[in-house]
């Protein structure tokens, strides 16, 4: 399994209406924090997600977290030479 981007090293923090949408995993989507199709040819695949109503969410910008599509504190833990 090869590493996704660190797009960056803090989580986004969105106010999202309710609605279904698509975390980049992979890192190279220019739309962060949400695929824009660049995965494209890599073994990454978006992460989809429902907001049931509209909410204050972070979102995993380091695209290392275990709680998927959310922050969880693990952008904390890489090392420095990977950003
Ligand atoms: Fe990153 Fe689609 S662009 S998962
Ligand atoms: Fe990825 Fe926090 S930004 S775990």
């Not at 890192?27 to 907001?51: A, L, Y």
């Not at 979102?59 to 833990?77: E, R, T, V």
Request: glycine share 6%; charged share 30%; hydrophobic share 30%.
């Amino acid at each position: 399994m090869s590493e996704p981007v660190v797009y960056d090293r803090a989580p986004a923090e969105l106010d999202l209406e309710p609605g279904e949408y698509w975390w980049c995993a992979c890192g190279r989507s220019m739309t962060q924090p949400f695929c824009d199709g660049s995965h494209e040819g890599t073994e990454f695949e978006p992460v989809p997600f429902v907001i049931e109503e509209k909410s204050t969410v972070w979102l995993c910008n380091c695209k290392h977290s275990k709680d998927k599509p959310f922050c969880d504190g693990s952008h904390n833990d890489l090392p420095d030479d990977i950003f």
